[in-house]
């Protein structure tokens, strides 16, 4: 099969040919026919994180395709189930995190594309326990970016804690944001979209925001202040630390803002006005199974829909190169025909 794969941290990735995998006890193989490109791969590819991937490694979490093969004692996939394999590959299962329905924050837990190979190749081998079933309705190349950027903004938003009616900001429409800007619309939030890009906005506008904002050319927490004495919460999905802070300073008295986007580096915090306004500041990281199955039932029931640019696995070292400063919204997902 043909692969990407990390050789050498900060290196292009290698197009190899290897053996098919086969699945062992519990997995399923999965003919790939599409899978997202997410900044979480151009991180692995270049060992940017603490925890490092062990080399070689196969990056790609967002893979979805058809089952080809299922391994010993795996009855709740079938051959020719739409699957999607997504980051959580397998957790514990028996730890705290895992037993309190957070088994995102399993310390055992096993990463797709990380610690085992993931979906930049024609096949992967993914744990039956963890695999999504793609809902009929949504093709494969619209399914892919729903496996992490969809989940990843899903999860955030329910971490806003925000009600229906609820004014709610997506800061940063690339491609978590313009799905979390449809994500919130379809939960009945106000949406107030921010950027920095004229086209991203006019996308957000397009999918559902009531209120957009240039923050290049307007103080955004300013202008919400004015507009509509603040929102009540805000979901991060910025790839630049200014709008972290910024995001902060948005809030009405009791708001909540939630991190999702994972931009190198740090920003301050005003601590008075953060306890005197009793501000929420959370971390999310993309979702667990079960948010998994409501996202992606949220999608086919509501007919969110990732922007999506197709691309060839052969391609991956010129996305990877451009992804950091990727000039349209959207995301990029390889196609295996
Ligand atoms: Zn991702
Ligand atoms: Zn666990």
């Not at 190749?121 to 793609?134: G, L, M, P, Q, S």
Request: charged share 15%.
């Amino acid at each position: 099969m043909k692969a990407a794969v990390v050789t050498t941290f900060g290196a292009p990735l290698e197009l190899l040919d290897l053996p098919i995998p086969t699945p062992g006890a519990g997995e399923v193989l999965v003919r790939v026919r599409a899978s997202g490109v997410c900044h979480t791969d151009l991180h692995a590819a270049r060992g940017d994180w603490p925890d490092k991937p062990a080399l070689p490694i196969i990056p790609g979490h967002e893979a979805v395709g058809e089952v080809v093969e299922i391994g010993e004692r795996v009855t709740s996939v079938a051959v020719g189930d739409r699957v999607g394999v997504p980051w959580l590959h397998r957790a514990c299962g028996n730890c705290e995190a895992c037993l309190s329905g957070w088994e995102t924050l399993c310390p055992q837990q096993q990463r797709s594309g990380y610690d085992v190979a993931g979906g930049f190749a024609e096949y992967v081998v993914a744990d039956a326990a963890y695999v999504a079933h793609i809902p009929h309705g949504i093709d494969f190349l619209h399914a892919a970016p729903l496996i992490c950027a969809g989940l990843t903004v899903y999860k955030g938003l329910r971490m806003v804690d925000a009600k229906p009616g609820d004014w709610v900001v997506v800061s940063g429409i690339g491609g978590l944001g313009h799905l979390a800007v449809q994500y919130a619309a379809a939960m009945g939030f106000q949406v107030i979209a921010t950027d920095i890009d004229e086209t991203k906005l006019d996308l957000a506008a397009s999918l559902g925001a009531t209120m957009t904002i240039n923050a290049k050319k307007v103080d955004p927490a300013g202008y919400i202040h004015r507009q509509i004495g603040g929102a009540h919460g805000a979901l991060v999905t910025a790839v630049s630390t200014a709008a972290f802070g910024q995001a902060l300073g948005m809030m009405r008295p009791g708001g909540t803002v939630v991190l999702n986007g994972v931009p190198p580096g740090s920003f301050s915090v005003n601590i008075y006005d953060l306890v005197m306004r009793a501000i929420t500041m959370r971390g999310s990281i993309v979702g667990t199974r079960h948010d998994l199955s409501r996202a992606l039932a949220l999608a086919a029931q509501r007919n969110i829909r990732p922007t999506v640019h197709p691309a060839d696995l052969s391609s991956i070292n010129a996305i990877l190169e451009k992804m950091a400063n990727w000039p349209m919204p959207g995301r990029v997902v390889l196609e295996f025909p």
